[in-house]
DNA sequence: AATTGTACCTGTCAGC
DNA sequence: TGCTGACAGGTACAAT
């Protein structure tokens, strides 16, 4: 499901349902996805707090608490989160509950069980996976086409595994990633090396176009996705390339060519984003 | 050090 | 109809 837009819309629709509201009791359904500290832990460590504020960093979600402690949690490529009436129907594969001092639960509900949470103080982000070492947020205002030529300058091997690098930068997956390069006519294998100044340029405007206009369409809802209120967005009817693998460029009506690329299914126009 | 492969899970869909 | 295999929004870790 999420990649940089869907977390954000998830992290906004959520915000008026749990900020300021205290954790009663959590219950751990299935505690595979609960990294840091050990689930029994885990329970212990939340009851009572409050939640205090909803960030995002990259695909990670940033649950502020109260004491100086936060919940961090990621989606992977199936989890959601959602909130209903104490005691409502349990839905499938759901994992956590937390007690919300409203009546209210706050539920992580996750098909394929890759979700992940931990548990640290403020902070301390080299204990909680991946969110340590990820790149600038390519929304965030500093992040300039400077920055960005720095990060590129620096890298090494195909686009596509560019854009999906976290340490590089933070949120791309792989539907914002194909979209991406179609938007700057740049090929998924061409090397980083060797691009222009001007094709650097338009790589920098697509990924900040292209992840800007998911954000503003509430996220693709291809398959599971939706937000925390069960809304899907509408980025899959803008969707040029990705999904649509053997349909007609939108641009020049060649077929669309699908190939796995640094190990993921890519799809783009071999006419308009040219040859590796 | 950096890249590639594999593991983690369940559901869906195409092909036989 | 039912079986099998490929594939799905993403890391995390082992192997090379």
Redesign the pocket.
């Known amino acids: ?3 940089l837009p ?1 977390v954000e819309t998830v992290r906004r629709s959520l915000i008026p349902l749990v900020v300021s509201r205290r954790i009663k009791r959590v219950e751990v359904l299935y505690g ?1 996805i609960i990294k840091k500290p050990h689930p029994a832990e885990f329970v212990e460590m939340l009851a009572g707090r409050k939640i205090v504020s909803l960030e995002r960093r ?2 990670y979600l940033l649950f502020q608490l109260s004491e100086n402690y936060t919940l961090v949690a ?1 989606l ?3 989890g959601r989160f959602w909130v209903c009436p104490a005691g409502a129907e349990l839905a ?2 759901t994992h956590v509950i937390f007690h919300l001092d409203d009546h209210q639960e706050l539920r992580f509900v996750d ?4 979700g ?1 949470f931990y548990l640290v103080p403020a902070g301390k982000w080299s204990e909680a ?2 969110l340590a070492t990820l790149g600038p947020e390519p929304l965030a205002e500093d992040f300039t086409y400077e920055v960005f030529r720095d990060i590129f300058s620096s890298a ?2 195909r686009l596509k ?1 560019f854009l ?1 690098d ?1 340490t590089r930068l933070a949120g791309i ?3 914002y990633a194909d979209e991406i390069l179609f938007a700057a006519k740049l090929h998924p294998e061409r090397n980083l090396t060797g691009l222009k100044d001007e094709e650097i340029q338009a790589l920098y405007q697509a990924i900040r176009a292209v992840l800007q206009r998911g954000v503003d369409c509430r996220g ?6 939706v937000d925390g209120r069960g809304q899907k967005g509408s980025f899959q009817k803008e969707l040029k390339v990705y999904d649509q693998a053997g349909k007609d460029c939108v641009a020049c009506g060649t077929k669309l060519v699908k190939r796995v690329v ?4 890519t799809v783009f126009c071999p006419k308009c984003q040219g040859d590796a």
């Open positions: 499901m999420p990649e869907e595979g990259g695909k990621h992977r490529m199936t499938k594969h098909i394929r069980k890759f992940l996976g991946g090494k091997g595994a999906l976290q997956g792989n539907i693709t809802s291809v398959r599971d996705y640094a190990g993921r299914g």
